[in-house]
T-cell receptor, first 111, second 111 residues
Framework: NAGVTQTPKFRILKIGQSMTLQCTQD?????MYWYRQDPGMGLKLIYY???????DKGEVPNGYNVSRSTTEDFPLRLELAAPSQTSVYFC??????????FGSGTRLTVV | QQPVQSPQAVILREGEDAVINCSSS?????VHWYRQKHGEAPVFLMI?????EQKGHEKISASFNEKKQQSSLYLTASQLSYSGTYFC????????????FGQGTRLTINP
């Protein structure tokens, strides 16, 4: 069981570039999430999904987009990257009323 | 609204006990606890549900006071491996399962 797999692990973007952070889970979890974690801080929810075809905004959705076409995949799209988006991004998945399983994270730097 | 954790940091000797608190201003359906080691993803420890159901690990337990919207994590006879940053995540009564995380409590265990 791979759990939650995120790619890439590291990325440097120039201001204004775009990219997609990939997230795949093989646990058949209905719920999936994207969080960002700034240095020394807690986790902020960007977007989440309760099932294929259903997504909703979290606390900090501006500058991001998501899609959920399958149960397994939940990619996060960054459009027009800005320095404020420099962060570590974690994807997670869960069953209803279950603990989250996090991916290993993507460390993104925007310069 | 983000739950508040206290203390922000704790330094212990191996074998000592620790208590970490998590307080919310909103009515809660559940409280999750996670541990994150430096440079790694958060790892699920336990979940406490409204109504008193509890799940956990040996020597690490938690309580959930629904009336006060507070939870406490108890680490007994701490081991070096307990070092890390502990986060509580709270789920509101009306919400889909999406967690709002506290700012974290850094726990350092010294030999």
């Amino acid at each position: 069981n791979a759990g939650v797999t995120q790619t890439p692990k590291f990325r440097i973007l120039k201001i204004g570039q775009s990219m997609t952070l990939q997230c795949t889970q093989d646990m058949n979890h209905n719920y999936m999430y994207w969080y960002r974690q700034d240095p020394g801080m807690g986790l902020k929810l960007i977007y989440y999904s309760v099932g294929a075809g259903i997504t909703d905004k979290g606390e900090v959705p501006n500058g991001y987009n998501v899609s959920r076409s399958t149960t397994e995949d939940f990619p996060l799209r960054l459009e027009l990257a800005a320095p404020s988006q420099t962060s570590v991004y974690f994807c997670a998945s869960s069953y209803r009323a279950g603990g989250y399983t996090f991916g290993s994270g993507t460390r993104l730097t925007v310069v | 609204q983000q739950p508040v954790q206290s203390p922000q940091a704790v330094i212990l000797r191996e074998g000592e006990d620790a208590v970490i608190n998590c307080s919310s201003s909103k009515a809660l359906y559940s409280v999750h606890w996670y541990r994150q080691k430096h440079g790694e993803a958060p790892v699920f420890l336990m979940i406490l549900l409204k109504g008193g159901e509890q799940k956990g690990h040996e020597k690490i337990s938690a309580s959930f006071n629904e009336k006060k919207q507070q939870s406490s994590l108890y680490l007994t006879a701490s081991q070096l491996s307990y070092s890390g940053t502990y986060f509580c995540g709270t789920e509101g009564i009306q919400g889909a399962q999406k967690l709002v995380f506290g700012q974290g409590t850094r726990l350092t265990i010294n030999p």
